[in-house]
């Protein structure tokens, strides 16, 4: 009889424990959206491939010595616009200077919040340094936006998961 009372608790305790969300088996997954068309001018999408309302532009761009550093000679000087931003969102998105062939030569993320101006059109420059200069062909924006910071499923596995942004563009990357 006692050992019936232990079977019916214990199967009790099973299902709160699985209700209440201590389960092992959440069916957490991780997923990692496709990178988009990089160009001069996009719209901003979420890991979703929806569109932010968010356009980041390059405005142009320029091979100069940084003023800075002018011994290390001439590197890509490029200015950037992000129109609607309304400020409560922050997205980033990556730059690269590209050859002829639309191989990424250098990388960086670029992040709206380093950008001002007034509201809705927000501007900035930056630097590219690149080994080779005269390859440079030019500077391409990606869409997705880098600022979902959502924890995947070996983070947290309850929490976790979903679609996470595409790892940053790199050297050698075709774009």
């Not at 142009?60 to 409560?88: I, M, N, T």
């Not at 922050?90 to 990424?104: L, M, N, Q, S, T």
């Amino acid at each position: 009889m006692l050992s019936i009372r232990v079977l019916a608790g214990a199967a009790s305790a099973l299902v709160i424990l699985a209700l209440s969300g201590c389960s092992a088996s959440w069916g957490c997954t991780d997923t990692t959206a496709e990178r988009g068309e990089a160009g001069v001018r996009v719209r901003v999408v979420d890991p979703s491939g929806r569109p932010t309302g968010v356009t980041a532009e390059v405005a142009g761009w320029s091979l100069e010595p940084h003023p800075q550093v002018p011994a290390q000679g001439d590197q890509v000087h490029f200015r950037y616009r992000f129109d609607g931003s309304d400020g409560s969102s922050a997205p980033a998105v990556d730059v690269c200077a590209v050859d002829e062939e639309r191989v990424a030569l250098m990388c960086q993320t670029l992040a709206s919040s380093e950008a001002f101006g007034p509201r809705g059109a927000l501007t900035g420059d930056g630097w590219l340094s690149v080994a080779q200069p005269a390859r440079v062909a030019g500077v391409l924006l990606l869409p997705n936006d880098l600022s979902y910071g959502r924890r995947t499923c070996e983070q947290d596995l309850k929490d976790g998961g979903g679609i996470h942004p595409p790892a940053p563009a790199g050297v050698g990357d075709r774009l």
